[in-house]
């Protein structure tokens, strides 16, 4: 009837007046494409959520809490980017939240107008340091352009307020519930039947699924559309109301039943009619995602040209529970509630009934199969996933208030008493060709103690956990004198040519100490004890005439990966895992490698290698001997704990939790606090302080030092003409690097991975001897450099990962 009329509207007079009535622009589809992906760019450009790292402001400026100011106009944002760049100069890469709160605090002193310019510039220097008369006038400028900083401009957005922002940026809308309409269901919200959505993808799907915004009352008389309504040309009258022209509505309507057909999910089709349709039509476009099942399926009943497609099309929607209902509907005209229609009832109840006959079947067939989530198991916090939901401090702890600040002293555990047949293994006890590598040594400590024998008398797998400082690469020592000893000649020689040996240690600066201390201890066999590391190479022929390699995961990982270096590999006998407990960290897959990548070799070759692993106290211990293939069956035989009770120092500990709710305060506190703990030990004792990044390092130097000098105790950490002073203004000299070249003659030192391998190993020799005082560092060190450090701070707890 549509295809009819409009036909008789072609030759009536009105329509046959005007050559060009009916012409239609359009334009090529590249050109179309082009300009949308265009135009999706440019939105992009000002889309904050994409704009990560594009400015200081760029990470969502709005979710800081604390943070009084907020620009308004793009001209003061781009004024307030170029102030936080001017902050950042002075206070260093700094989180944002720092920089930001500093800005608060300085535009509140630039916009008191009762201070006066030197008390400006005074308040100014107390946050910033001192700052020249060039950058004061800079930055009173700055303050200048930024017009919109006030109690008026400063106050949080509220929705539906009078504030206005500039357009190019928009507003975060945010709609809140009245109390009237909380216990109405005003979004009405279509679920899915079975329930299942969740997660992500169940928030992403209900994008327009409110289609009662109007209210609730008129929505309760709005009448619901029935299948008898629908027929060929539904599609086409709804479409006219919209567009005049009958041709672009019939060409029209065949689109949306193509994307009503042919779309993945709801959010799919929702899209893809928004483009095709406009944001005019969007209570239509709701009405069409609302029933888009039953508008489908009707119009190609009522448009299939055969009985057979007809007939095909019944078939189909018969087997669908939700699209029977459907088709009962329009066969018997009623209107059929969900929850009465008992048809539709029994036809989910058998369906269900045929899912769980199935499932049942499949539990009979595979009892023992188990599926694992992978996902589940992720712990996207790493090294940072913490098990225990409980805190308890152990007896005799006590806590203490300070202005800005609050301590947690935890006293040091007791050493666990001898028992009774235990005693100190005596040097002379061990076999005579292990005695050279322990010269100097009177007897063994505790834990070496008890697993010398298993360590020299077996070649099984073995793990020890133990605290630092406790002698594990003694007893790693001592795995190597056992593969030593089995090559002995007969006349005391050692047969270097059918045995290597592979340490693995987690930092180029452990491999470096390591091969130090095993190329001492061990140059009486000769032996030749090489490191392989970014630092420095080994070629084809260096690998093949060293006995012991020491390494990092990453190096011997590449090594054991090439098909062509087995000639050389499968002389390995023993592999030693340092700090194996970094298996829960990010180089943790490098390791799983390394252990499963060996006992393969050993599935495959038939030949003996043993696998060593040393950790720190470990709380699923049990789980990495597995991983090792430790045997569990009998106590001592692989498996070694030791808890901190063993700890041949005893460690008291202290936790000081900042207070201060302004950013920049508790970065100053943070600073003040580093200041005084490291200034009670000045000239006693020296310290050792870990910060997170490379740059705080030298920041961190600076600052104590600066309030040494401020505070005129800085002889407190070297006397004026002592020897050490002598040596560090002489080795400062042939420092590289500028930042350790200013502080070395002060006592202070830095030490990092960007530092040239010179420079990092003149700090350990330096801070070992005892001319440097005071050593920051970052975690290079910590992962179990031996230096002699009284006193250990740990500044801050946050870590930038720029991958997160």
Same mark, same amino acid.
């Given at each position: 009837?549509?295809?009819?009329?409009?036909?008789?509207?072609?030759?009536?007079?009105?329509?046959?007046?005007?050559?060009?009535?009916?012409?239609?622009?359009?334009?090529?589809?590249?050109?179309?494409?082009?300009?949308?992906?265009?135009?999706?760019?440019?939105?992009?450009?000002?889309?904050?959520?994409?704009?990560?790292?594009?400015?200081?402001?760029?990470?969502?400026?709005?979710?800081?809490?604390?943070?009084?100011?907020?620009?308004?106009?793009?001209?003061?944002?781009?004024?307030?980017?170029?102030?936080?760049?001017?902050?950042?100069?002075?206070?260093?890469?700094?989180p944002r939240d720092i920089l930001c709160g500093a800005a608060d605090e300085i535009l509140a002193v630039l916009k008191n107008d009762k201070l006066k310019d030197r008390e400006k510039r005074k308040d100014i220097?107390?946050?910033?340091?001192?700052?020249?008369?060039?950058?004061?006038?800079?930055?009173?400028?700055?303050?200048?352009?930024?017009?919109?900083?006030?109690?008026?401009?400063?106050?949080?957005?509220?929705?539906?307020?009078?504030?206005?922002?500039?357009?190019?940026?928009?507003?975060?809308?945010?709609?809140?519930?009245?109390?009237?309409?909380?216990?109405?269901?005003?979004?009405?919200?279509?679920?899915?039947?079975?329930?299942?959505?969740?997660?992500?993808?169940?928030?992403?799907?209900?994008?327009?699924?409110?289609?009662?915004?109007?209210?609730?009352?008129?929505?309760?008389?709005?009448?619901?559309?029935?299948?008898?309504?629908?027929?060929?040309?539904?599609?086409?009258?709804?479409?006219?109301?919209?567009?005049?022209?009958?041709?672009?509505?019939?060409?029209?309507?065949?689109?949306?039943?193509?994307?009503?057909?042919?779309?993945?999910?709801?959010?799919?089709?929702?899209?893809?009619?928004?483009?095709?349709?406009?944001?005019?039509?969007?209570?239509?476009?709701?009405?069409?995602?609302?029933?888009?099942?039953?508008?489908?399926?009707?119009?190609?009943?009522?448009?299939?040209?055969?009985?057979?497609?007809?007939?095909?099309?019944?078939?189909?929607?018969?087997?669908?529970?939700?699209?029977?209902?459907?088709?009962?509907?329009?066969?018997?005209?009623?209107?059929?509630?969900?929850?009465?229609?008992?048809?539709?009832?029994?036809?989910?109840?058998?369906?269900?009934?045929?899912?769980?006959?199935?499932?049942?079947?499949?539990?009979?067939?595979?009892?023992?199969?188990?599926?694992?989530?992978?996902?589940?198991?992720?712990?996207?916090?790493?090294?940072?996933?913490?098990?225990?939901?409980?805190?308890?401090?152990?007896?005799?702890?006590?806590?203490?208030?300070?202005?800005?600040?609050?301590?947690?002293?935890?006293?040091?555990?007791?050493?666990?008493?001898?028992?009774?047949?235990?005693?100190?293994?005596?040097?002379?006890?061990?076999?005579?060709?292990?005695?050279?590598?322990?010269?100097?040594?009177?007897?063994?400590?505790?834990?070496?103690?008890?697993?010398?024998?298993?360590?020299?008398?077996?070649?099984?797998?073995?793990?020890?956990?133990?605290?630092?400082?406790?002698?594990?690469?003694?007893?790693?020592?001592?795995?190597?004198?056992?593969?030593?000893?089995?090559?002995?000649?007969?006349?005391?020689?050692?047969?270097?040519?059918?045995?290597?040996?592979?340490?693995?240690?987690?930092?180029?600066?452990?491999?470096?100490?390591?091969?130090?201390?095993?190329? *001492? =201890?061990?140059?009486?066999? &000769?032996? @030749? !004890?090489? $490191?392989? #590391?970014?630092? +420095?190479?080994?070629?084809?022929?260096?690998?093949?005439?060293?006995?012991?390699?020491?390494?990092?995961?990453?190096?011997?990982?590449?090594?054991?990966?090439?098909?062509?270096?087995?000639?050389?590999?499968?002389?390995?006998?023993?592999?030693?895992?340092?700090?194996?407990?970094?298996?829960?960290?990010?180089?943790?897959?490098?390791?799983?490698?390394?252990?499963?990548?060996?006992?393969?070799?050993?599935?495959?070759?038939?030949?003996?290698?043993?696998?060593?692993?040393?950790?720190?106290?470990?709380?699923?211990?049990?789980?990495?001997?597995?991983?090792?293939?430790?045997?569990?069956?009998?106590?001592?035989?692989?498996?070694?704990?030791?808890?901190?009770?063993?700890?041949?120092?005893?460690?008291?500990?202290?936790?000081?939790?900042?207070?201060?709710?302004?950013?920049? *305060? =508790?970065?100053?506190?943070? &600073?003040? @606090? !580093?200041? $005084?703990? #490291?200034?009670? +030990?000045?000239?006693?004792?020296?310290?050792?302080?870990?910060?997170?990044?490379?740059?705080?390092?030298?920041?961190?130097?600076?600052?104590?030092?600066?309030?040494?000098?401020?505070?005129?105790?800085?002889?407190?950490?070297?006397?004026?003409?002592?020897?050490?002073?002598?040596?560090?203004?002489?080795?400062?000299?042939?420092?590289?690097?500028?930042?350790?070249?200013?502080?070395?003659?002060?006592?202070?030192?830095?030490?990092?991975?960007?530092?040239?391998?010179?420079?990092?190993?003149?700090?350990?020799?330096?801070?070992?001897?005892?001319?440097?005082?005071?050593?920051?560092?970052?975690?290079?060190?910590?992962?179990?450099?031996?230096?002699?450090?009284?006193?250990?701070?740990?500044?801050?707890?946050?870590?930038?990962?720029?991958?997160?």
């Amino acid at each position: 009837m549509a295809d009819a009329a409009a036909r008789q509207l072609q030759y009536e007079y009105k329509a046959g007046t005007r050559m060009g009535d009916r012409y239609q622009r359009t334009k090529p589809e590249k050109t179309e494409e082009r300009k949308a992906k265009r135009q999706k760019r440019d939105e992009a450009q000002y889309d904050f959520d994409r704009m990560k790292g594009a400015t200081l402001l760029s990470e969502g400026i709005d979710e800081m809490v604390g943070i009084v100011y907020r620009p308004k106009t793009q001209d003061t944002r781009q004024t307030y980017e170029v102030l936080l760049s001017f902050i950042q100069e002075s206070l260093g890469d700094q989180p944002r939240d720092i920089l930001c709160g500093a800005a608060d605090e300085i535009l509140a002193v630039l916009k008191n107008d009762k201070l006066k310019d030197r008390e400006k510039r005074k308040d100014i220097d107390s946050l910033l340091g001192n700052v020249t008369e060039e950058r004061f006038a800079l930055l009173v400028n700055l303050g200048k352009k930024i017009t919109d900083f006030g109690s008026e401009a400063s106050s949080t957005i509220k929705v539906g307020g009078e504030e206005q922002i500039d357009e190019t940026y928009g507003i975060n809308v945010q709609f809140e519930e009245s109390e009237e309409e909380s216990d109405e269901d005003i979004y009405g919200e279509i679920r899915e039947e079975d329930g299942q959505d969740e997660g992500e993808e169940a928030r992403i799907d209900n994008t327009l699924h409110a289609e009662n915004l109007g209210g609730s009352e008129e929505s309760k008389k709005e009448k619901s559309l029935h299948p008898l309504d629908i027929d060929a040309y539904w599609l086409q009258r709804c479409l006219s109301k919209f567009y005049n022209d009958a041709m672009v509505s019939q060409a029209k309507a065949s689109e949306v039943l193509k994307i009503l057909k042919d779309s993945n999910d709801d959010r799919d089709c929702e899209n893809q009619l928004v483009l095709l349709l406009g944001f005019d039509c969007f209570d239509f476009i709701k009405k069409l995602k609302k029933n888009r099942e039953m508008i489908l399926y009707c119009t190609m009943l009522a448009s299939s040209q055969s009985e057979s497609e007809r007939q095909k099309i019944r078939e189909q929607m018969r087997s669908d529970p939700l699209l029977a209902k459907i088709l009962r509907q329009l066969d018997t005209g009623k209107n059929i509630d969900e929850d009465d229609d008992s048809h539709l009832t029994r036809l989910q109840k058998k369906y269900k009934e045929e899912q769980l006959k199935g499932e049942e079947e499949d539990e009979q067939m595979g009892k023992n199969r188990k599926v694992l989530e992978l996902e589940d198991l992720i712990f996207a916090a790493g090294s940072h996933f913490m098990a225990n939901k409980r805190c308890t401090l152990p007896d005799g702890s006590f806590r203490k208030q300070r202005k800005g600040y609050e301590e947690v002293h935890v006293p040091a555990l007791k050493p666990e008493p001898f028992g009774k047949d235990e005693e100190l293994v005596p040097i002379d006890k061990l076999p005579k060709y292990v005695q050279p590598v322990f010269d100097g040594f009177k007897t063994l400590n505790r834990i070496q103690s008890r697993l010398w024998k298993f360590a020299l008398e077996s070649d099984d797998n073995m793990l020890l956990c133990a605290p630092t400082g406790a002698g594990k690469t003694n007893v790693a020592l001592l795995t190597m004198m056992r593969e030593i000893g089995k090559h002995i000649n007969d006349d005391g020689s050692i047969n270097t040519e059918e045995f290597k040996i592979i340490y693995v240690a987690p930092m180029r600066s452990l491999v470096q100490e390591m091969v130090g201390n095993f190329g *001492k =201890r061990l140059g009486c066999y &000769n032996l @030749i !004890v090489s $490191e392989l #590391t970014g630092d +420095h190479q080994l070629t084809r022929e260096q690998i093949a005439a060293t006995q012991v390699i020491v390494c990092t995961p990453e190096k011997w990982d590449i090594i054991t990966r090439k098909g062509g270096e087995k000639t050389y590999t499968s002389l390995v006998r023993l592999v030693i895992i340092d700090e194996i407990h970094l298996l829960h960290d990010e180089r943790g897959p490098v390791l799983e490698a390394l252990v499963a990548r060996t006992l393969r070799n050993i599935e495959t070759t038939q030949e003996d290698i043993r696998l060593i692993g040393l950790s720190a106290t470990l709380p699923n211990y049990h789980d990495v001997a597995r991983f090792l293939r430790v045997r569990l069956d009998r106590p001592d035989k692989g498996l070694f704990y030791f808890d901190n009770s063993f700890r041949p120092v005893a460690l008291e500990q202290q936790y000081i939790g900042v207070t201060e709710k302004k950013a920049l *305060k =508790r970065f100053q506190v943070m &600073n003040d @606090i !580093v200041y $005084e703990k #490291t200034i009670e +030990h000045a000239g006693r004792n020296q310290v050792l302080i870990f910060v997170h990044s490379r740059k705080e390092t030298g920041k961190t130097a600076r600052a104590i030092r600066d309030m040494c000098l401020e505070k005129d105790t800085l002889g407190s950490f070297l006397r004026e003409g002592s020897a050490s002073m002598e040596v560090l203004r002489s080795e400062a000299e042939q420092v590289k690097n500028s930042e350790l070249k200013e502080l070395l003659p002060y006592g202070f030192a830095i030490h990092h991975a960007g530092m040239t391998r010179v420079d990092r190993t003149l700090v350990e020799d330096l801070f070992a001897d005892r001319h440097i005082q005071v050593l920051v560092s970052t975690a290079t060190l910590a992962w179990g450099v031996n230096l002699p450090a009284h006193t250990v701070i740990i500044k801050g707890t946050q870590v930038y990962n720029p991958e997160k």
